[in-house]
T-cell receptor
Framework: AQRVTQPEKLLSVFKGAPVELKCNYS??????LFWYVQYSRQRLQLLLR??SRESIKGFTADLNKGETSFHLKKPFAQEEDSAMYYC??????????FGAGTRLAVHP | DAMVIQNPRYQVTQFGKPVTLSCSQT?????MYWYQQKSSQAPKLLFH???????NEADTPDNFQSRRPNTSFCFLDIRSPGLGDAAMYLC??????????????FGPGTRLTVL
């Protein structure tokens, strides 16, 4: 079964601290994975996709097929990073299977 | 310059009374999706249209229907809403539905309350 698991509902850190939001997936085949973000009072939007191997707003995510993980990392959190983060897996036709989300709270 | 628009933003309906949620897009994208998101849960895909081709998810209840009269508009019809259908409904679009190159653009959502 295709599934995305985000084990933490809430991650609370101080400004300047490193951040790692965990994501594990279950998928038979070559997965396409994404991180979506929803800032307060804004719509859900794409943060990054694994195939691009890019850094967006200082965030990176590496696909680890052995551990079936796609954790999102940032070395120094900023207050403006506070948001809801969703890991998602593509199930074809870009049909997204989302995790339940992790709320990141960055405190001053 | 909103690209995916959902109306209304908040909808209240009565148990069993049919309700329609609306989504429109200015991106001229081929694919439109409807997701249901219940409180503290992941968004869950209900169905999608690739152009005029309707694709229902296997576990989407029959109570949920959709219409796409043209490229720009897509509607979600709930024939007989139950209390369990109270949720945020998200509309999204993508250009071709190819995950590696496409981005899904989401609307702001419609929050449905069932009394």
């Amino acid at each position: 079964a295709q599934r995305v698991t985000q084990p933490e509902k809430l991650l609370s850190v101080f400004k300047g601290a490193p951040v790692e939001l965990k994501c594990n997936y279950s998928y038979s085949g070559s997965p396409e994975l994404f991180w979506y973000v929803q800032y307060s009072r804004q719509r859900l939007q794409l943060l990054l996709r694994h195939i691009s191997r890019e850094s967006i707003k200082g965030f990176t995510a590496d696909l680890n097929k052995g551990e079936t993980s796609f954790h999102l990392k940032k070395p120094f959190a900023q207050e403006e990073d506070s948001a809801m983060y969703y890991c998602a897996l593509s199930g074809g036709y870009n049909k997204l299977i989302f995790g339940a989300g992790t709320r990141l709270a960055v405190h001053p | 310059d909103a690209m995916v628009i959902q109306n209304p933003r908040y909808q209240v309906t009565q148990f069993g009374k049919p309700v329609t949620l609306s989504c429109s897009q200015t991106l001229n994208h081929n694919v439109m999706y409807w997701y249901q998101q219940k409180s503290s849960q992941a968004p869950k895909l209900l169905f999608h249209y690739y152009d005029k081709d309707f694709n229902n998810e296997a576990d989407t209840p029959d109570n949920f229907q959709s219409r796409r009269p043209n490229t720009s508009f897509c509607f979600l019809d709930i024939r007989s809403p139950g209390l369990g259908d109270a949720a945020m409904y998200l509309c999204a679009t993508s250009s071709q539905g190819t995950a590696s190159t496409d981005t899904q653009y989401f609307g702001p959502g419609t929050r449905l309350t069932v009394l």
